[in-house]
Structures are given as C-alpha cells and as structure tokens.
C-alpha cells in the first residue's frame, strides 16, 4: 500500500535503504491489515491477480524449500520454480535462499498460505525490503495517479492508455490503502508533524531559558550547521528529502553529550559526530519524541527534575492546593478488598469507598461545579511535590495490538456482537473536578512512589463511576499511565492502579480505550504477582473488560485463560473455610468471575478445559457461597457447548452436584444448572446420571414455576433431552410430565415453547402417549404453532405431527383443523430442515387421511412443491421427498400428473447418490412410480437399473428390501430384464441370500 504505509507505518529510519519496521501496535496492524488484503486477493480478483507486476517484489524470505508443496519445481541447492512463467519463460515466483522473487498477486497469495505461521514475518520482510510497493507492482506513472494535486483530467488521460484490467487493480489497491487509513486516521492523526518554525522556538527557548542564568539546567545547546536553508531547515538537501530539519548538540549537567536529529516525524537521538571529522552518523538510537524537551527529560534528571518544578510551581499558583502527608502504605492497605460486597457481575467490590456525593451531577452547569467543592480531594502543593522528584521514571512500555482477522477461525457469532463505541460530543466548557484529574494524571507521570502512591489516592477519592471523569483520564493519557504503573514491583501501586481501572473499565467506552491501547497485556500480567489481592483486583477489572469479543480473544491470547485457571486452585475446605484459607477463596472466586466473562468465546472455552479448568470448577461447586456457585455453574453452561468439555462435566462426577444445586432456592443458580444438563444430555450417560440422582423428580419440580421464563426454558430444555431416554420417559411418565407439558402450550414464549414440543416429539413414540395428548386437548395448540416462524420450534412441531398422525383418531383432528395443509405449506420455508421434517410429516398424514387422493389433488401448488424440492442440494430433503412421492404415487390420478411434471427423470438422477437413506425412499418412490403406464420403460431408459443393482450390495436391510420391490416392478419390462442379467443381478441376489442363511 502507497499512502497508508508512507503514513501509518513507523520506521526506525528514514532512510529508504535501512529502515526496519519497529515493533508498534499499529505497524502489526499494518501488516495485518495488508496481509488479510493479500490473502484474499486471489480469490476474490482472479483476473486482477494474474496481472505482472512492472518489478518483481523480492525480499529475504524465512522460508525454505521443503516449504513449497509439489506444485512448484525444486530444483538442486534449493531453488525453487513455480511451473507457471511468463511471456519470456521467466517464472512468476522464484525461491533462490533466501531471497524470493514473485511477480504477480496469485503467486503472492500462494506464498503467504505456505508460510502458515510465518506469515506476518513475509509480509514485513517484503514491506522493508520493497519501501515502495506500487511502483513496483504498477510502474510509477499509474502508483502516482492518487498524489495530491494532480487534476481529474491527467487522471482520465492516464487511465485512458492502460488496459482496462490493469485500472481495475490500481483502483483495488486505492480502495485497500483507502480502508487502511480510514481505520488508522486517529493514530495517524496524532502522530507529531514538526516544522522548522516550532523547532527553531523550542530551541531558542533552551537556550534562553536553560542555558543562561543561575539556575541554567544545560551547559550547551547548539545546532551542528550555522546555515539555515531559506525553509528554515538546517538539514543537508538529501536529508531534508528524508523529513529531517536540523541536527543539536545537547550538553546536561548530569549525562554525556547528547546528539539530537529533528525531523517532520518527531525528536530522536542519533549516533552522533563521526571521529574523522565533522560528518554526522544519522543512525536513530532512540524512541520517537514529540518535542525536543520531551526527549532530554527522558535522559537527564537534572533537566527532568527542574522542568517538572516549574511545572509545580505554575499549579500552585493557580489552584494553591495543600495536602497533609501521610502514611499512604497504611491508607492504602485499609481501602483495598471489601470482602463483604459481591463479585462484580453480581455486584460491584469496592476498592475506596467514595466520599464524594452521590448526587453529584457531572452536567450541571460549570458555575455550580466550582461552587461544589469535595472536602476529600487531595491536591499537591509546592513542597510536596517538590519531595517527589526523585530518579524514578515511568517509563513507557510498548504494547502489542491485539489485532485479528476477522475471517479467522473464531467462531464467536454465536454470542453478543462486538460492543459498538459510543459516539458522544466533548463539551469544551468541562467542570473543574475534569481539570483537576488531568492534572492528578500529570503528576502520575513524574513522581516518585510516595506522590505517585499520593496521587493514586486522591483519584480514588472521585466517585470514578462518573463519565466526566473518564474522559478527563482518557484526555490526559491517564489509561497509558495506570497500566504502565503496573509494570512496577510495588505492590501498593499496583493495588492503586488495578482499583482505579476497575472502576473505569464499567464504562463501555473507557474499557474498548483500556483494550485499545493495549493496556489489558498489562492487566492479564499482573495476574502472576505474588501478592493475591493484586491478584483479585486484576481479574475483577478483567471481568470488567472482556464483555466484547476482542478483548476476550487478548486475554487468550496472552495465556490469560490458563492463568486465570491456576486461580481456581485453591486447597482449601470450600465448606468450612480456615480464616487463613479466605484470601485464597476470594482469588479463586474472582477467578471464576473472569473466566465465566471470558467463557463466551468457543475458542475460550476449549482453552479452560485444556489447561484444566474443568475439574477445578467441580471442585468449587462444594462451596456454600452463591456469589461462587453461580459464576462456576455459567461457565460450565458456557463451556458445555464443546463435546469435549460435555464429556469432561460427565467424567468428573459434575451432575450430582448440579442436581443437588436443582433444589437450591435461587433461581439463577437454578437456570444455570438445568442449563447445564440440557446441554450435556445429548449424551446418554448423562442422561443415566441424572436419573440416578434423582435429577428428573428435581426438574418435574421446577415446571411449576411458569412466571419464571428463563427457569421455564431451561428446565423444559432438559426435561426434552432427559427424555431421550425411555427409562426416562417412564419417570417422567410416572410423575405426569406430558399433562403438564400439554399445558404449556399456550401463553409461553417461544424458547420455552421450542423445548416442549421438542420433548412431547420424544414422548409421542410410544402409542399410549399419541392417546394422551388428543384426549388432553393437545393437538389443537400443537396444529397453531404451525403458522409459526421459528425454524426450531417448527420442526419440533413436525415431529409431533408425524408421531400423532399414525393413530387414525388424531389424524381425523389433524385434517379437520386444516393442519395437513399448513404443513404441507411449510415446504415452501426455506430452511432445509423445515422442509424435511415437514415432508416427513406428510407421509403417514396422507396414509391415514380419508380420501388421501383428493386431499392431495385438492392442494394448490402442491405437485410443482414436491418436483421443486427434488431437486434439493440437501440429501435429507431429497429422502423425505422420496417417501412423499411414494405415498402420492398410490393414487393413479395424482402419479399422472407426477409423470407429466417428469417425475421419472428427476428421480432417475438420484439414483448415484451413496445416502443409504436416500437410496432406501429413491427405491421405494421407483418401486410406486412402475405402475403407470410406460414408466417401467422409461426408467430403464433413464438408466436406473444398473445403480440399483448395486443398491443390492449394501448393509442396510431396508435398503436392500425397498430394492427389491422396485426391481421387481421394472423386471416387469423386458428390456431391464436384460439390463439386470447383464450386470449380474442374479449373482448378487444369491449371494445375498446365501449370507442371510449363514448369518
């Protein structure tokens, strides 16, 4: 990309021959961004990707021959091919380790797929070895076409000249850098633009203000050239080329000489004047800095220290702040854990309790703000702050973006999108409280840990809940600063800082900032301290930010999942808790308040159970504490969404305890359990566990409570699962379940009214229960629900029909309620398993109705839904399509008009398919289609028989059987007799009878 990398990506040198990509959280999302381009360029433009490139783009490659798949041509020494070449025989990807050569995208999006975890390696190899991409892949004329300032008509001329594929690309490559700097305007925004004039007024000010006088700071400030160029800039001409506007000498009491370079991207040291002479090595030794002040502090205290004075004295002559110095280690250690508040997803912990009051209004005017002053808020006078000056930096630390594709793997559609940022208008007329903790932040950045410990308090004396605040904080960089702080060995500032980022991480704006800065790597590190309320308080604030997808990928990301797993390890009697053991129960507990925030994601879901979590939340379920028990049990609901982990809850003797929780009187703890066993029940030993625990009588118990929703639906959903057992059923039986699930069909909503039908479905099977349900009134509210929308309760409903349609009395109901034809109009729903599961219903309702032929004949649109559907993509679909051909075939007049809708070729076409399920109902729709007229002969025609010989081979006994009749039925043809001898269909039917006799 031209512009986006000319403006977004930070180098470590202007030079364009040595310049390296610096390990930046927006330079990896650069490369992200331009490395998910690539990936899918390919596919997307086929056309565009086969186009040359004016230059190949060759870089020094990390991969090696036995890389490259059998595709290409590996030739000796290494050298690899790829077989496809140009006009000239030269070929479009050439590997000569370890440079690589590729001259068009197709072969570039195909290195990238080798590359499999080194893929963002290549791309940056390939951006610093390329510094200039598009000229490369388009020549300089059409990489220019977007410059500032060249008018539409050259555009149009130039576009005019160029092949219209070749256009194409370069508008792709437009649109690509386009959406790179719409997504990176706010850093590229901030990132600092110097120009002479504010560089020649900084340095006149150095030497003024810092170089002259008593309390002069700096011995020397000089610039390397006398001759100042007519722009102002002092800079050789072939470095101004490179941004750079002067060069400084710097001398401070306290460090060695310092050699400054100022150019138009910031203030950086270089190498400074070579031995030989007067020239000046311009190799950057430093980070970037806004301004040259900026730069000498982060080197010399001397220089630091007075700057920062003068910085306190101009605050105490505007705001005259005093504070009394105390013991802040004591006041620290009194304001940290209140055990006695619940988790924050129950209810927020405390770290400070604020003094501010509660009714204090951040939008009120701003004479009013001025008006209310907090007897509680600590600011620094003069000489106290002068006390902080001590050699303790901050220094700021680089964080990783977490940055992922969003076609990757994760599959976390399943769960909440991502949380929208909140758009808000900044009011410049902010109350006094906002300026007061910008200035609190400032302070943060240059104390020593007595003030910083000061300053940490005094912000948790504001009620931080308060949105104004969070700005205030957000504006002064105070987000960098908090998670910097916790980078530091003292356990009271960190205490400090994780209680003030708790708080603020309520607020959905501020904890997309926290994540967006990369402050949640910081965060997920603290979680190793030794001190456990460091700990506690780092998985609350993670609790706090991990309610969006991203920033629950960072935590996995970052080995967060299995450290918030050694957590939960605590030895202690959960019963009976040691006054010792309390401190390990409340870090587990907030733990599990993490875990259960960050269980949302498949993938971290298959994260804690391998770094096994499983196991170690059984444990926990012993605890009497409901501010524990209901965390623990909503991550074993979430994580029983993955087969494996469903098999974990089974193994590790889980469901005992759940059924135990089943007769709890908190009715939260109550949805998460039966939750749970309605997820696991799919598996059939589960489904024994619970009967053996008498967990069936405990969820009969909960369908009672009907003006509970929630507990309605996940009860329901586990009574359905629990009866896919029949020794279940016999429970349930006993204790009248379907009378009461009969009940429920009416006045529930739809996720509960899905879970009774789908467990009346199950109880149905059994011929007594199809009595039941009609003389309970049943089938009436049953036949309503198929008006309905919700593809799940649909098919659900289907299920019931199909099993009540097989008793003659409840199919006389079904027919007079008009209920065949509403699900034969469920055909047309475009879901796949609607349509199934309707047909199915279909069959035994017109074996059973009266007058089947005219009810059928009867339907509007009928015979053209059921041609249409066989020609499904679905195999399920076409089966019960099969079956429901072979049930209108019974009667003479609607197999006519299947015949002239070409029923027969139709089927003859399924006839390769390998679905023993679909060849079992194919048979039998053949077998029924015989008796008109000439279809015998057209079938053998359409060349079925040969296929359904080999239907005689397979291990499915109705399969074979339905073969059968339909070979009987074209044998009836003379010529498929033929066809039949020919491929040997007496041979296969005597084998086939032998085996049976043997077996």
């Known amino acids: 990309m031209g512009t986006s990398l000319s403006r977004a990506a930070q180098w470590t040198s202007t030079d364009s021959d040595h310049g390296k990509l610096e390990s930046t959280p927006m330079n990896e999302s650069l490369l992200n961004e331009i490395l998910r381009f690539v990936e899918n360029f390919s596919s ?129 490559l437009q649109s690509a850098d386009k959406h790179i700097l719409r997504k990176f305007m706010k850093e590229i925004s901030e990132k600092v633009d110097l120009n002479p004039t504010a560089v020649k007024k900084e340095v006149e000010y150095l030497k003024n203000v810092c170089s002259t006088g008593e309390n002069k700071v700096l011995k020397l400030v000089r610039y390397t050239s006398d001759y100042e160029f007519p722009n102002g800039c002092r800079a050789p001409l072939w470095r101004q080329l490179q941004g750079e506007i002067c060069y400084l000498v710097v001398e401070p009491y306290d460090t060695e000489t310092l050699y400054i370079t100022c150019s138009a991207a910031g203030v950086f040291f270089n190498m400074g004047i070579k031995p030989e002479g007067d020239e000046i090595n311009y190799e950057r030794t430093s980070e970037v800095f806004k301004d040259i002040v900026s730069l000498l502090k982060s080197k010399s205290q001397v220089f630091a220290e007075s700057m920062d004075l003068q910085d306190a004295r101009e605050t105490a002559r505007t705001s005259k702040p005093h ?45 009013k703000q001025q008006g209310a002053k907090s007897k509680n808020k600590a600011h620094f006078s003069e000489s106290s702050y002068a006390d902080q000056l001590s050699s303790m930096k901050i220094k700021n630390q680089k964080q990783q973006a977490d940055l992922f594709s969003e076609t990757s793997s994760e599959s976390d559609q399943s769960y909440e999108e991502e949380e929208q940022p909140v758009r808000r208008q900044r009011n410049t007329d902010q109350p006094s409280d906002y300026w007061q903790i910008q200035k609190l932040v400032k302070y943060l950045r240059a104390g020593d840990q007595t003030a910083t410990l000061l300053t940490l308090y005094a912000l948790m004396d504001y009620d931080l809940k308060q949105e104004t605040y969070h700005l205030a904080i957000q504006d002064s960089g105070g987000l960098k600063v908090l998670t910097n702080i916790l980078h530091l060995e003292e356990v009271n500032l960190q205490l400090g800082s ?105 993938k971290n879901q298959e994260a804690i159970h391998k770094a096994g979590g499983i196991p170690l939340l059984g444990r926990l379920l012993k605890s009497p504490q409901m501010n524990m028990l209901i965390p623990v049990v909503g991550i074993l609901q979430n994580c029983a969404t993955e087969e494996s982990c469903q098999d974990a809850i089974q193994t590790e003797g889980i469901v005992k305890d759940l059924v135990q929780h089943l007769g709890n009187d908190n009715d939260a703890l109550r949805i ?14 589960t489904r024994t566990l619970v009967n053996e625990h008498k967990g069936l009588q405990a969820l009969v118990s909960l369908l009672s409570k009907t ?93 019931v029909v199909e099993a009540c349609a097989a008793d003659l009395d409840n199919m006389a109901i079904i027919q007079e309620l008009d209920g065949i034809r509403l ?38 649109g009928a015979m053209e839904l059921v041609i249409d559907l066989l020609k499904s993509p679905d195999d399920k679909v076409l089966a019960s399509m099969c079956a429901v051909v072979a049930r209108i075939a019974k009667d003479k007049y609607n197999l006519a008009v299947l015949t002239d809708y070409e029923v027969v070729s139709l089927l003859a076409k399924l006839t390769d398919n390998p679905n023993d399920m679909l060849r079992c109902h194919l048979a039998q729709a053949i077998a029924q289609c015989c008796s008109w007229r000439n279809n015998r002969a057209a079938f053998g025609e359409a060349g079925v028989v040969p296929p359904l010989v080999l239907y005689l081979k397979s291990q499915d006994m109705k399969v074979r059987h339905s073969t059968v009749m339909a070979l009987h039925q074209l044998s009836k043809e003379s010529n498929n007799c033929i066809t039949m001898h020919g491929e040997g269909v007496v041979k296969v039917s005597f084998l086939r009878c032998i085996n049976a006799v043997l077996t």
């Open 44 to 172: 997307k433009n086929p056309q565009e990707a086969e186009l040359l490139f004016e230059e190949p783009l060759q870089w020094s490659s990390t991969l090696a021959a036995s890389d490259f798949t059998p595709d290409y041509e590996i030739r000796e020494e290494g050298v690899v091919e790829s077989r496809e070449k140009d006009e000239e025989g030269r070929p479009l990807l050439l590997f000569s380790p370890p440079t690589v050569c590729v001259r068009n995208f197709r072969q570039l999006s195909k290195l990238l797929g080798l590359a499999n975890e080194k893929k963002l390696l290549e791309v940056q190899a390939c951006v610093e070895d390329n510094r200039s991409p598009l000229v490369k892949i388009l020549g300089p004329s059409l990489a220019n076409i977007q410059k500032i300032g060249k008018s539409d008509k050259d555009k149009e001329q130039q576009q005019s000249s160029e092949p219209e594929a070749k256009m194409k690309l370069v508008r792709l």
């Open 323 to 367: 504070v009394e110095l105390v013991d802040a280690q004591t006041q620290l250690s009194l304001k940290r854990i209140d055990k006695s508040e619940p988790s924050s997803q129950l209810k927020d912990v405390q770290l400070t309790p604020s003094e501010v009051d509660e009714n204090k209004d951040p939008d009120n005017d701003r004479k």
């Open 498 to 602: 994780l209680g003030i980022l708790r708080e603020i991480s309520l607020n959905p704006q501020t904890r997309r900032a926290i994540v967006d800065n990369g402050g949640l790597r910081s965060i997920v590190n603290a979680l190793d301290s030794r001190n456990k309320d460091v700990k506690a308080l780092a998985a609350e604030t993670i609790a706090n930010l991990t309610s969006f997808r991203r920033a629950r990928r960072t935590v996995r990301r970052y080995n967060g999942i299995s450290k918030l797993v050694k957590l939960l390890d605590c030895n202690a009697d959960l019963a009976n808790v040691d006054p010792k053991q309390e401190k390990d129960v409340e870090v587990a507990r907030f733990g599990v308040i993490a875990l259960w925030s960050c269980s949302k994601s498949p």
């Open 672 to 685: 998460h359990c039966a939750n749970v066993i309605f997820k696991c029940a799919e598996n059939k030993r």
């Open 707 to 799: 003006e509970n929703k929630q507990l309605m639906a996940a009860s329901t959903g586990a009574v359905w699962k629990c009866s896919l057992s029949s020794d279940n059923l016999d429970v349930f039986q006993d204790h009248k379940v379907l009378e009461i699930l009969i009940g429920l069909l009416t006045n529930q909503p739809e996720e509960v009214l899905v879970n009774v039908v789908g467990a009346l479905a199950e109880f149905a099977q059994k011929p007594a229960n199809k009595v039941t349900i009609r003389k309970c009134g049943g089938l009436k509210p049953l036949v309503k629900l198929l008006i309905g929308r919700n593809e799940p309760l649909l098919v659900n409903v289907t299920k």
């Open 823 to 860: 699900v034969w109009s469920l055909l047309k729903n475009p879901s796949p398993e609607v349509q199934s599961s309707a047909a199915w219903a279909l069959c035994p309702c017109i074996e059973n109705a009266k007058e089947a032929g005219e009810m059928v004949s009867s339907l509007m």
